[in-house]
């Protein structure tokens, strides 16, 4: 596993927690800008899933097995948008308050993918 991507993944992650949930506590929802906030921590995502993707391609094998890895990246990449669509149509602060929380839970489950890779040291 690629520990910057991991890394700079839940750093936005938290970074656009953060930001919804400054919204949220401005009794905001969320904004257009705050969307293409959640559009760049999914593009991340992408690049993390592609790029998990061809490492087991390669031959690497995370610690946990391959199916476990696999399933949190796929998690991973639907986390932001499905809460971003929830936010959509809930159009109070508590849209933003579901972004802010999906955005911890992404950021959580990098921790878990570096956990379930080896710690790093898998490849």
Do not use: N
Request: hydrophobic share 55%.
């Amino acid at each position: 596993m690629l520990t910057p991507l991991t890394v700079a993944l839940a750093v936005a992650a938290l970074a656009l927690a953060a930001w919804c949930g400054h919204a949220a506590y401005r009794d905001q929802p969320t904004k257009d800008w705050h969307f293409i906030g959640m559009g760049v921590v999914s593009l991340l995502a992408l690049v993390q899933l592609v790029w998990g993707v061809v490492r087991l391609a390669a031959g690497d094998q995370p610690a946990d097995g391959s199916l476990i890895f696999v399933s949190y990246l796929v998690g991973v990449v639907c986390c932001v948008p499905v809460v971003g669509l929830v936010s959509l149509t809930e159009r109070t602060r508590w849209g933003s308050l579901t972004v802010t929380a999906g955005a911890v839970v992404l950021a959580v489950l990098q921790v878990r993918l570096y956990d379930i890779w080896g710690g790093g040291t898998g490849g």
